[in-house]
């Protein structure tokens, strides 16, 4: 079965204090990671897809890594508008479907 | 910027009441979703459309059904709306045929009284 766990579930920061989520997948097939920034009370924002282990994606303090198991999003320095759930989705096989984890809360203190 | 637009962000219904959940997309994508999202259990999905007036269950249809007459629109319905309905819904479209992640609309968080 297709499944997505992401940890941890939540997260505290100082700001300027680095770290990492981790997304692990078991998947028939994979077809595409995919990270995502919700906001509370809004839909998911894309920020990366990644297709291939060894595959890396970076975007302003955030950077995507890939596994055949996992995925990290590094978060470098982080700023209290940082603060979010993080959530991570895989693609398997030949469906268009999304199989998302639940997500990790992340909160960064000034 | 491709955007997707759901009708309301937030309504109330009564036990019963038939819904209606709207969602429009402006880049002409063949694929749409509905999703509820709900504290600890993730994004699950309910239904998919393909193309028009074409419909595919997700992994939790019950109590749910969906339209599509239009590329640009997905409509949710529920039947007669229950308590365990209350939640965060998410549309959400991309192209067909690729590897592209999906765009969502802002949500409409419906509580079921």
């Known amino acids: 079965e297709d499944q997505v766990t992401q940890s941890p579930e939540a997260l505290r920061l100082q700001e300027g204090e680095s770290s990492s989520l981790n997304c692990s997948y078991t998947?028939?097939?994979?077809?595409?990671l995919f990270w995502y920034r919700q906001d509370p009370g809004k839909g998911p924002e894309f920020l990366f897809t990644l297709y291939s282990a060894g595959e890396e994606k970076e975007k302003e303090r955030l950077k995507a890594t890939l596994t055949k198991k996992e995925s990290f999003l590094h978060i470098t320095a982080p700023k209290p508008e940082d603060s979010a759930t993080y959530l991570c989705?895989?693609?398997?096989?030949?469906?268009?479907?999304?199989?998302f984890g639940t997500g990790t809360l992340l909160a960064v203190q000034p | 910027d491709v955007k997707v637009t759901q009708s309301s962000r937030y309504l109330v219904k009564r036990t019963g009441e038939k819904v209606f959940l709207e969602c429009v997309q402006d880049?002409?994508?063949?694929?749409m979703f509905w999703y509820r999202q709900d504290p600890g259990l993730g994004l699950r999905l309910i239904y998919f459309s393909y193309d028009v007036k074409m419909k595919e269950k997700g992994d939790i249809p019950e109590g749910y059904s969906v339209s599509r007459e239009k590329k640009e629109r997905f409509s949710l319905i529920l039947e007669s709306a229950s308590t365990n309905q209350t939640s965060m819904y998410l549309c959400a479209s991309n192209m067909g045929a690729t590897n592209y992640g999906y765009t969502f609309g802002s949500g409409t968080r419906l509580t079921v009284v």
């Open positions: 998947v028939s097939g994979l077809r595409g």
């Open positions: 880049m002409d994508h063949e694929n």
């Open positions: 989705a895989v693609r398997s096989g030949a469906t268009n479907k999304l199989i």
